[in-house]
């Protein structure tokens, strides 16, 4: 961690008395990029008492594929973007730790889109309908001031849509890869009067690149944007995601890998593992400014999520009356409103600004679960398909949230303070009753505050420190399985943390920045793995952990077209007490211990991303490289096995040509250009030891592009 500070103000130092040139636009995001770190009080980046970065549009589109966020997350330190290349479980996404145990999904951090929340009431949240190909930007929070936005613990991510206009911009394009990737874009974007639009369609297919891997993804994406007058507008927005079939090569056992690092399990293909996901969505949002700058915002939202899974479990483990089967099939639906008002005024002549609010969502789960094969279970005659039925129950979840948050701006210190009430209540019908009546109900509640402090040491240098108390609730899917039934374990209890950070925020000289924070959390009754099997895992809470860590940035220009971007990680989550747990399937009982001081697993311990690029704009010619390095992540959380520390590197070019109203840009890139073997991603406490998911070795994108401004 010392070593890690050092090189870091040692870079800082060097990027200070760099001659550097403005970025271009959609490029390096630096100080004046305003967010919303804080709900309804945008600010600075540069003025804000807490780690946020902002990745540009063209960061997130050019020279890459576009369709994971994992690529561009690797940009901002704290976050870990793994991408499992298995699209039947998404990618996994986690903030300073938080969120690392989630199996599928993101937990543990809450999502956005267009201020539409993709995480449900109960905390589980999804990136496949996140659309890059219509997004200005993506803002990423860490830390103390996440509890403002309710029950997550880590952070926050949020993806914005451009708008429209003012030119008519008509947009195709096309992307060839490895494995027999392929993608094809659409986008339209304009501003017809007072209605600004910006609509896109993606196609999307692979073979994988592990057999039985191969995935298609459709997906659409829209913002209708209509300004009323000047201080008035109303923008609607929607999307929509269609994942047929999206085949589960599952983890490899340490000895399946070593053997074949890019093969796959034997029951991957005997249960036909896969997948299928819809997604629906839209929301509608009003703003309008009052006299004096007051302003009054409000938001509601409708959405449906249908997924249907087919798990390779045995027959014979699903013989008794508790078993839910080896296919789980979901049908959801679920809709929200938020009303904020934001008063700006004095305080001893000093402006502030407060936002008060309140915001309700409902989340209603039709769960199904059926066997995964015909016949008797000693000798079916089919496998991997759905056969009888084996859970029937409603599953509903509501919250109800009450927020307030000030900024207090003074000449040389500025004060950020918030408060937030979540309550959360879980409650489930059975409706299969052969195994008895499982129904029950549960409720979660919690009053977090949160405070900052900026000393605005020069107009280049800012100094912070915060803190701030953080609530996760139990998902569905983690109260989803009592060890040895299918009934909801409402013994979970909500995990809550306490947040410290202090940081630092410089400008280096014109168009260089560089932040560094340091943090602590200690979370109580935070949900672990107890068991993993078939896909199906039940949980319990660890009586304390313990997270420390330091984050570092850099990113700037030289003369001569030169740029860099540097992101860096270290960070130390352990378990801070003793407890048992299960290391074979089946197990009722956890009966194995875990030492207090055990690294929390599916966390790399330190963490690195950099970018060196050269453009030469007069040709419209961009060269660059890439790093990424992932530090040791262990697999179970007794630590008997890990993945290793792996540093790829990537290569990518582009081109841009005007003719007349047209512009086309083309780009290749190579990943793992030293066809690095490493692991990718682990599956935490699989108790069957298929902990691994092999990284791709070397590979290969092309892609063409070609847009007409009117």
Same mark, same amino acid.
């Given at each position: 961690?010392?070593?890690?500070?050092?090189?870091?103000?040692?870079?800082?130092?060097?990027?200070?008395?760099?001659?550097?040139?403005?970025?271009?636009?959609?490029?390096?995001?630096?100080?004046?990029?305003?967010?919303?770190? @804080?709900?309804?009080?945008?600010?600075?980046?540069?003025?804000?008492? +807490?780690?946020?970065?902002?990745?540009?549009?063209?960061?997130?589109?050019?020279?890459?594929?576009?369709?994971?966020?994992?690529?561009?997350?690797?940009?901002?330190?704290?976050?870990?973007?793994?991408?499992?290349?298995?699209?039947?479980?998404?990618?996994?996404?986690?903030? %300073?730790?938080?969120?690392?145990?989630?199996?599928?999904?993101?937990?543990?951090?809450?999502?956005?889109?267009?201020?539409?929340?993709? @995480?449900?009431?109960?905390?589980?949240?999804?990136?496949?309908?996140?659309?890059?190909?219509? +997004?200005?930007? =993506?803002?990423?929070?860490?830390?103390?001031?996440?509890?403002?936005?309710?029950?997550?613990?880590?952070?926050? =991510?949020?993806?914005?849509?451009?708008?429209?206009?003012?030119?008519?911009?008509?947009?195709?394009?096309?992307?060839?890869?490895?494995?027999?990737?392929?993608?094809?874009?659409?986008?339209?974007?304009?501003?017809?009067?007072?209605?600004?639009?910006?609509?896109?369609?993606?196609?999307?297919?692979?073979?994988?690149?592990?057999?039985?891997?191969? +995935?298609?993804?459709?997906?659409?994406?829209?913002?209708?944007?209509?300004? =009323?007058?000047?201080?008035?507008?109303?923008?609607?927005?929607?999307?929509?995601?269609?994942?047929?079939?999206?085949?589960?090569? &599952?983890?490899?056992?340490?000895?399946?890998?070593?053997?074949?690092?890019?093969?796959?399990?034997?029951?991957?293909?005997?249960?036909?593992?896969?997948?299928?996901?819809?997604? @629906?969505?839209?929301?509608?949002?009003?703003?309008?400014?009052?006299?004096?700058?007051?302003?009054?915002?409000?938001?509601?939202?409708?959405?449906?999520?249908?997924?249907?899974?087919?798990?390779?479990?045995?027959?014979? @483990?699903?013989?008794?009356?508790?078993?839910?089967?080896?296919?789980?099939?979901?049908?959801?639906?679920?809709?929200?409103?938020?009303?904020?008002?934001?008063?700006?005024?004095?305080?001893?002549?000093?402006?502030?600004?407060?936002?008060?609010?309140?915001?309700?969502?409902?989340?209603?789960?039709?769960?199904?679960?059926?066997?995964?094969?015909?016949?008797?279970?000693? /000798?079916?005659?089919?496998?991997?398909?759905?056969?009888?039925?084996?859970?029937?129950?409603?599953?509903?979840?509501?919250?109800?949230?009450?927020?307030?948050?000030?900024?207090?701006?003074?000449?040389?210190?500025?004060?950020?303070?918030?408060?937030?009430?979540?309550?959360?209540?879980?409650?489930?019908?059975?409706?299969?009753?052969?195994?008895?009546?499982?129904?029950?109900?549960?409720?979660?509640?919690?009053?977090?505050?949160?405070?900052?402090?900026?000393?605005?040491?020069?107009?280049?240098?800012?100094?912070?420190?915060? /803190?701030?108390?953080?609530?996760?609730?139990?998902?569905?899917?983690?109260?989803?399985?009592?060890?040895?039934?299918?009934?909801?374990?409402?013994?979970?209890?909500?995990?809550?943390?306490?947040?410290?950070?202090?940081?630092?925020?410089?400008?280096?000289?014109?168009?260089?920045?560089?932040?560094?924070?340091?943090?602590?959390?200690?979370?109580?009754?935070?949900?672990?793995?107890?068991?993993?099997?078939?896909?199906?895992?039940?949980?319990?809470?660890?009586?304390?952990?313990?997270?420390?860590?330091?984050? $570092?940035?850099?990113?700037?220009?030289?003369?001569?077209?030169?740029?860099?971007?540097? $992101?860096?990680?270290?960070?130390?989550?352990?378990?801070?007490?003793?407890? &048992?747990?299960?290391? /074979?399937?089946?197990?009722?009982?956890?009966?194995?211990?875990?030492?207090?001081?055990?690294?929390?697993?599916?966390?790399?311990?330190?963490?690195?991303?950099?970018?060196?690029?050269?453009?030469?704009?007069?040709?419209?010619?961009?060269?660059?490289?890439?790093?990424?390095?992932?530090?040791?992540?262990? $697999?179970?959380? %007794?630590?008997?096995?890990?993945?290793?520390?792996?540093?790829?590197?990537?290569?990518?070019?582009?081109?841009?040509?005007?003719?007349?109203?047209?512009?086309?840009?083309?780009?290749?890139?190579?990943?793992?250009?030293?066809?690095?073997?490493?692991?990718?991603?682990?599956?935490?406490?699989?108790?069957?030891?298929?902990?691994?998911?092999?990284?791709?070795?070397?590979?290969?994108?092309?892609?063409?592009?070609?847009?007409?401004?009117?």
């Amino acid at each position: 961690m010392r070593r890690t500070l050092v090189a870091t103000a040692a870079l800082m130092a060097l990027g200070a008395h760099a001659q550097t040139s403005p970025a271009p636009e959609g490029g390096l995001v630096l100080n004046p990029v305003v967010v919303t770190a @804080t709900p309804g009080l945008p600010q600075a980046a540069f003025d804000t008492p +807490a780690s946020v970065d902002v990745v540009g549009g063209s960061q997130i589109r050019d020279g890459q594929l576009g369709v994971n966020v994992s690529e561009s997350l690797a940009r901002v330190p704290g976050i870990t973007a793994l991408n499992r290349q298995n699209y039947a479980q998404d990618i996994q996404v986690s903030s %300073r730790g938080y969120g690392a145990r989630s199996t599928f999904g993101v937990r543990g951090l809450r999502l956005y889109t267009d201020g539409i929340p993709a @995480t449900a009431p109960d905390g589980q949240g999804q990136v496949s309908h996140f659309d890059l190909l219509t +997004a200005d930007r =993506i803002e990423v929070l860490r830390g103390p001031f996440s509890a403002l936005y309710g029950n997550s613990s880590g952070g926050v =991510i949020s993806l914005f849509t451009a708008d429209g206009g003012p030119q008519t911009v008509g947009e195709v394009g096309a992307s060839f890869g490895s494995d027999g990737l392929r993608r094809e874009t659409v986008r339209a974007s304009g501003q017809n009067g007072a209605l600004q639009y910006n609509l896109g369609a993606s196609l999307f297919e692979t073979d994988g690149t592990r057999p039985h891997s191969a +995935a298609s993804r459709d997906a659409a994406n829209g913002k209708l944007k209509y300004n =009323i007058d000047g201080d008035t507008k109303l923008s609607l927005v929607f999307n929509e995601v269609h994942m047929p079939d999206v085949q589960d090569a &599952l983890g490899l056992t340490r000895a399946e890998y070593n053997a074949n690092p890019q093969g796959t399990t034997a029951n991957a293909f005997t249960y036909n593992t896969r997948k299928t996901v819809s997604q @629906t969505q839209a929301g509608l949002v009003f703003e309008k400014r009052l006299a004096g700058g007051d302003s009054f915002k409000l938001s509601g939202w409708d959405g449906a999520r249908g997924t249907e899974q087919w798990q390779a479990i045995p027959p014979s @483990t699903q013989v008794a009356a508790s078993s839910p089967g080896g296919v789980i099939a979901l049908d959801r639906s679920y809709q929200g409103a938020d009303a904020q008002y934001t008063l700006r005024t004095r305080l001893a002549d000093a402006p502030l600004a407060v936002t008060a609010g309140m915001t309700t969502e409902r989340l209603r789960e039709n769960r199904f679960g059926y066997q995964n094969f015909i016949g008797p279970a000693a /000798a079916p005659t089919q496998l991997g398909v759905q056969g009888a039925l084996r859970r029937d129950e409603v599953n509903s979840v509501r919250s109800f949230d009450q927020y307030v948050q000030g900024v207090w701006s003074l000449s040389r210190w500025s004060l950020t303070a918030g408060l937030r009430h979540s309550q959360v209540d879980f409650s489930s019908e059975d409706h299969y009753l052969v195994n008895g009546n499982d129904s029950g109900s549960k409720s979660y509640s919690a009053t977090n505050p949160v405070l900052g402090l900026v000393f605005h040491a020069t107009d280049n240098l800012n100094l912070y420190a915060s /803190a701030g108390r953080g609530f996760e609730t139990p998902t569905f899917n983690e109260l989803a399985y009592r060890p040895g039934g299918p009934g909801l374990n409402f013994n979970l209890q909500a995990a809550t943390s306490r947040q410290y950070e202090l940081g630092a925020k410089a400008l280096l000289g014109a168009g260089w920045q560089g932040n560094v924070a340091v943090y602590q959390a200690r979370t109580a009754n935070e949900l672990a793995v107890l068991s993993n099997s078939g896909g199906r895992s039940t949980y319990q809470n660890v009586a304390q952990t313990l997270r420390q860590g330091v984050e $570092a940035s850099l990113a700037g220009r030289w003369d001569g077209g030169w740029s860099a971007q540097l $992101a860096a990680t270290v960070l130390r989550a352990r378990y801070d007490s003793d407890f &048992l747990t299960c290391v /074979a399937a089946p197990c009722t009982k956890p009966t194995v211990p875990v030492a207090s001081g055990s690294l929390i697993p599916g966390i790399p311990r330190s963490s690195a991303f950099g970018e060196l690029a050269w453009s030469h704009q007069p040709w419209g010619l961009v060269l660059a490289s890439e790093m990424r390095y992932t530090g040791r992540i262990m $697999a179970d959380d %007794r630590n008997t096995d890990f993945a290793p520390a792996s540093t790829v590197f990537a290569l990518r070019a582009s081109l841009q040509q005007k003719a007349g109203a047209w512009t086309f840009k083309e780009f290749a890139r190579v990943d793992n250009v030293a066809d690095r073997r490493y692991i990718g991603s682990v599956i935490v406490n699989e108790s069957n030891g298929r902990f691994f998911e092999p990284g791709p070795g070397r590979t290969w994108l092309i892609g063409l592009n070609a847009a007409l401004a009117l």
